[in-house]
């Protein structure tokens, strides 16, 4: 099986691709992780993301490709599921091209669809650990009694502000990817909006029939 997981910041891709994972013994491929991890690694490809990171700059797609296809590869081209890629059109195209060449095509386009009012409450309730880096939602998982309140925080772009901001950019330049995989007859829409379990139910409904 061969999916790959859309939607806006905060949608819950990230969850719900942990559940597909477990649920169906997939590789999850975060494009997020995979750079963090060529960064610890300091591979040659890691040291070139550490520059631009280091710079404050974006990585570029080709760049980031490089990276999502190795991912790939070492799985074999089967059983995985993407988070947060592709993000562009040339990044789908990228990927459609890789993948054709191992007779490999992705079985659904997965897009979570959530309404900007939903995403902003769910966003500007999450607080990290700014020495761990750990997530907590301040009503569906708060932090634990025993972790130092000083410790959490809230991250600028969580803002309200902010993150109306970044489902702007999200409409402007990632979201014409769905538009790409419509074409294709790949996109499947999912309501993101329920609980953990309903959604996931919704997702595997499609993805059996799939199957």
């Known amino acids: 099986m061969r999916i790959a ?3 806006p910041p905060g949608a819950g891709k ?41 710079a404050g700059k974006l990585v570029p797609d080709a760049v980031v490709w490089k990276l999502a296809k190795q991912a790939i ?6 059983d995985f599921i993407l988070d947060g890629y592709p993000r562009t059109v040339q990044q789908a195209k990228w990927l459609t091209e890789f993948l054709d060449e191992h007779a490999a095509e992705l079985d659904a386009f997965v897009s979570l669809v959530v309404p900007d009012d939903v ?18 939602h301040l009503e569906f998982d708060p932090p634990p009694d025993d972790v130092d309140p000083a410790m959490i925080i809230q991250r600028p772009d969580d803002r309200p502000e902010a993150i109306r901001r970044r489902l702007e950019v999200y409409k402007n ?3 014409p990817v ?13 309501d993101g ?15 059996e029939a799939a199957a």
């Not at 491929?29 to 993301?49: H, M, N, Q, W, Y």
């Open 5 to 7: 997981l859309f939607g």
């Open 14 to 54: 990230g969850t719900q691709a942990q559940r597909l994972v477990d649920r169906h013994g997939l590789t999850h491929i975060s494009t997020g992780e995979i750079i963090r991890a060529a960064i610890k690694a300091d591979s040659p490809l890691g040291r070139e993301v550490k520059t631009y990171a280091n």
């Open 73 to 78: 590869a070492d799985v074999g081209h089967d």
């Open 119 to 136: 995403i902003v409450d769910r966003l500007s309730q999450r607080r990290t650990h700014k020495e761990t880096g750990e997530n907590y």
């Open 173 to 175: 330049e990632t979201q």
């Open 178 to 190: 769905e538009d790409y995989y419509r074409r294709r007859s790949t996109l499947v829409e999912i």
């Open 193 to 207: 909006v329920g609980t953990f379990a309903e959604v996931e139910a919704r997702i595997n409904q499609v993805l």
